[in-house]
Every structure is written in structure tokens, then in C-alpha cells.
């Protein structure tokens, strides 16, 4: 993890002056003009609730668009203050108080405060809530309201990444009191106010005056999100010029993409991976050996060659990536092994094993191809897969969660613990393999709470090997952040790797040329 240190986390935020709020230093860029991106990942049942969020489209729409958070990662790492200008620990990390930035208004005029923190962090945990930020907001036992611009947390257990947490795109800021119509409206305090959202279909939206953030971020006069699933027809709609810019390009299409002069290319290696759940509380990935089978039937390297075409690495089993601060690079790595694989088939009783595989390009892009290609080198160990191509519209929450054994997808997070919180942790609703290791809780919540940093990185390592050893997600592929844009579009020198489109800020932090 680059800039701030966790011990320095535990004292405040960034002081002020430091950057501009964009997360870049301050610079002059140019405001003005509309901006158009065309973006996959967007679904008919998309709204403003945070708790639902998942894919780019909406990400990019609310955080850094319509809403706020508290924190945000910056472009180089670090942590700042967006809705919280400072922060304080006790020296067990267990009691965090927040200060609150003042002067900050919702679309509606009201005023935001210490209320709205409370009732927008309450969303999460109330009855019947599926949000995936449950578990982050779940560990805070008390939220008490200081003053109107001042919060106070307290935890049942230490966590030295809380703040960074708080980050989160699902934990959007709404206004106390009028929760649902600002999820049916779309009003926030952030730098765009909605005008238009047709899910699944299109967002557009203008700038708010006199927003907090001042000339630091927030360039365009107007923006505008249309939803194009389908990779060739948003790589098509880019060279045309009919947008500005584009997610997740087609490589198959990347030199026609480089020999247009008007069209650039970004790359930004990262922790997003791309993964093959199996729900191991079902028959027959309820078998470890049956999941070690699976793990040395993948060829990992075939799928980086030919899936990203060498943008990106093998994996190995953890979703800890190179731009993670506890990134266990020394770990052996799993190969491709058929005669293990058939080995550990016989451990478990089989001579062979018919499963089968749900997969779709909404996963990610090539994610059939991939379930092909697994299909191909699992063979020769008597593991026959039936690939089942699915529907892109719904597959999030009609396959994913759902089918036993299927193809997804995670950006990464910035904190180690925030990446195994969110989806390794025993009962969390995007726990997508539905794995409980009783070692590895034992270790998560004890790494959680230490501030010593040779102990925490002993404990990751060993979460890490748990998971490449005994864990329910194969993670062939680490992927790195190919996207393309228009050269009227300026862009910051340094663009954000933890998740896609400048971690899902590109309309606060670029600008037209």
C-alpha cells in the first residue's frame, strides 16, 4: 500500500492542502463540455441503492458521480478524506471518531451531517438487508452522533483498515430522513446531480453549483453513462466517435484500437481477477479433494494468453494481488497437472467427475472462452465440463450466487482484509463459494486487530496459502485494467489501479482537452 501508513491512519486524514480532492495534485484542467462513456456491467434492475451495486455502470454513476462516501482511495493509493475531513483512533483501534466535512448540501438543499452518516451506515445491517458492505457496517457496535459534524465508531474488535473501509461504493452518503426518495431520485452530494437514468439503459447528469470540491474535481458540465454490454459494439461506438470512452476493451480489437490516431489506450495493473466459484456447501464441491482436483485441472497460463492476450498474470488461488501491501509473491504456485488432478479425483472416491459450468461474457470479458478452454484441459483428468452459456442480462443475480459452479469477477479491494471481508468471510452474502475454514477465520479476525506488521503479514500469508490449498474459488487469472479513451479527454499521470475507469472516478477526476 502506498502513502498513508496504517499508523498514520490511526492519527487523521490527509491534511489539507496536501492534494486536490480529486486525489491528484492540484493542476489546472480545464472545465466544461459534455463527456459520453460507454460502459458495460449495467442491468434493467439497476437503481440507486447502493446496497445493490455491483458492476461499473452504477459505480461509476453513483460514487464519484451522484454520491459520495466518507473516504476515498486516491489515484496513488493513499487514503483522504471526502465526507470525513479527519479521523482519530484509540490505540487498540477499536473506537474511531470521525470529523465531517461542513458545508456540504444534498441536491436538495439540505444540509449534510452526523445524522445522515448514521441512518446511510444503518441501510446495511437493517432486517432483511442483502447489501455486500453488511459485514464492514456488522462490525461496528455503536454509532454515536458527537455533534452534527462529528461521529464516533466503536468496534467489537480492533480494525486497523477501519477508515479505509468506509470507502466502500456501496456505503453512499444519503440524506437522513428521506432515504427512499433519495434512492428513487438519485440525490446525493455529489459532484452530479441526476437529470435522467433510465436503468440499464442510460445516465446523465450535471454539474451541481457550488459544489464543496470547488475547480479540484468534477470538470465536465455535463455526463453521460450509456449502458453497451456488448464489447464489440462499445469498441465500435468509441471509434466512431460517438463516445469518449470505453471499459474492459476487446483485445481481439486492440490494434485496430491502437491504429486510430484519435484513440488512446490505458493499462493499469492491479488486483482484479477474474474467478470460478463453487458453492462448497453443495455435492460435490463440498469434497476438498474434489476442489484440489479442480485447481491443477486449469491451465492458468493458456488463459492469460489467449483470454487477456498477456494483459495481466497467472493466478494462484488468492484474490491478494501485486498491488496489495501483504501480496504473498513468494507462494508456490499451482500448475497445471492432470495426473494430480486425477489423483485427488481418487482421493475423493471418483474415477471421473461430470459437472457443470455456468459462464458469460458478463463475468468478464472471454469468460466463455475461458470456461471453454478449462473445459479442454480439464479433460484428460476424467473432468468433464459442461459449459453452460448464460444470459448476460440477470447473470448477477440469476447465475452468480446461484449455479453451483460458475464463471466471476472482483476489481480487488485496497486492504487485505477488506478483500477477504468482503468475500471469504464465513456468512457474508458475497462469500461466493459459501466457504467456511475454520483456521482461516481464527487468522482473519486476528490479523484484523494487529497493528504489528510483521505479525499481520504472517497471518495474510497464511490466509493466502488456506485458500490456494483448501479454498472454493479457482482465481486463474490476475487481469490488469485495459481501457481505452478518446484523445479530447485529458486524463491524470497517474490513474487509479483498484478498479476500473480510474477506480470508478473518472467523472470527478478527468476532463475534456
Known amino acids: 500500500m ?61 460514487l464519484g458521480g451522484v454520491f459520495d462516501a466518507l473516504t476515498e482511495v486516491a489515484a496513488d493509493g493513499s487514503l483522504q478524506g471526502e465526507l470525513a475531513t479527519s479521523w482519530e483512533a484509540s490505540p487498540d483501534a477499536k473506537v474511531w471518531t470521525f470529523n465531517l466535512r461542513q458545508g456540504v448540501t444534498f441536491h436538495n438543499g439540505k444540509p449534510f451531517g452526523a445524522d445522515d ?36 465508531f466503536t468496534l467489537e474488535a480492533g480494525n486497523a483498515d477501519f477508515p479505509y473501509l468506509l470507502s466502500d461504493y456501496h456505503l453512499l452518503m444519503y440524506p437522513a430522513g428521506q432515504i ?44 453521460e453513462l450509456i449502458a453497451i454490454n456488448d464489447n464489440t ?141 478449462y473445459q479442454a484441459s480439464a479433460a484428460p483428468a476424467g473432468i468433464n465440463i459442461n459449459v453452460i452459456q448464460e444470459p448476460a442480462d440477470g447473470y448477477w443475480s440469476n447465475v452468480w450466487l446461484v449455479k453451483p459452479f460458475s464463471a466471476s469477477y472482483w476489481t480487488g479491494r485496497s486492504t487485505e482484509d477488506w478483500m477477504f471481508s468482503s468475500a471469504y468471510e464465513a456468512g457474508v452474502p458475497w462469500n461466493d463459494s459459501q466457504w467456511d475454514n475454520a483456521r482461516f477465520q481464527e487468522l482473519l479476525y486476528s490479523a484484523r486487530a494487529e497493528l504489528d506488521t510483521d505479525k499481520r503479514r504472517e497471518q495474510y500469508y497464511e490466509m493466502q496459502q488456506i485458500l490456494r490449498d483448501d479454498g472454493g474459488v479457482i482465481i486463474p487469472m490476475f487481469a490488469n485494467f485495459v481501457q481505452a479513451v478518446s484523445n479530447r479527454v485529458v486524463t491524470p499521470d497517474t490513474v487509479g489501479n483498484t478498479a476500473q475507469m480510474d477506480n470508478n472516478r473518472m467523472l470527478e477526476r478527468w476532463s475534456l482537452a
Do not use: C
Open 233 to 373: 459494439a462499445r469498441m465500435n461506438a468509441l471509434l466512431t466517435g460517438q463516445i469518449d470512452a470505453v471499459n474492459r476493451i476487446d483485445f481481439r480489437l486492440e490494434p485496430l484500437l491502437r491504429a486510430n490516431p484519435n484513440v488512446r489506450i490505458q493499462e493499469v495493473t492491479g488486483n482484479q481477477h477474474y474467478t470460478f466459484p463453487m458453492l462448497t456447501q453443495s455435492a460435490p464441491f463440498n469434497d476438498v479433494n474434489v476442489r484440489r482436483a479442480l485447481k491443477y485441472g486449469v491451465d492458468r497460463q493458456e488463459m492469460v494468453d489467449k483470454i487477456l492476450l498477456g494483459h495481466g498474470k497467472v493466478g494462484n488461488d488468492s484474490p491478494i494481488g501485486p498491488a496489495n501491501q501483504y501480496y504473498h509473491a513468494e507462494m508456490e504456485q499451482l500448475e497445471y497437472d492432470p495426473d494430480r488432478a486425477k489423483y485427488y479425483l481418487q482421493q475423493a472416491g471418483l474415477d471421473n467427475l461430470n459437472i457443470d459450468l455456468s459462464a458469460s461474457n458478463a463475468a468478464f470479458e472471454g469468460a466463455v472462452d475461458a470456461a471453454q478452454l
Open 180 to 223: 427512499e426518495e433519495a434512492i428513487a431520485q438519485g440525490i446525493g452530494t455529489g459532484l452530479y446531480e441526476v437529470v435522467s437514468f433510465d436503468p440499464g439503459v442510460r445516465f446523465v447528469g450535471r454539474r451541481y453549483a457550488d459544489h464543496y470540491k470547488g475547480d479540484s474535481a468534477g470538470f465536465f458540465d455535463e455526463v
Open 117 to 152: 452518516v448514521i441512518e446511510s451506515l444503518q441501510l446495511h445491517v437493517a432486517e432483511g438487508s442483502k447489501s455486500a458492505a453488511q459485514p464492514l457496517v456488522a462490525a461496528i457496535t455503536e454509532m454515536r452522533k458527537i455533534t452534527d459534524h462529528q461521529v464516533q
Open 2 to 62: 502506498t502513502g498513508i501508513s496504517r499508523r498514520g491512519l490511526l492519527k487523521t486524514g490527509v491534511a489539507a492542502g496536501v492534494l486536490g480532492l480529486s486525489g491528484m495534485p492540484l493542476r489546472a484542467q480545464s472545465r466544461g463540455g459534455k463527456f459520453t462513456a460507454g460502459l458495460s456491467g449495467a442491468n434493467t434492475s439497476d437503481s440507486w441503492d447502493g446496497r445493490t451495486h455491483s458492476d461499473v455502470f452504477m459505480i461509476s454513476a453513483a
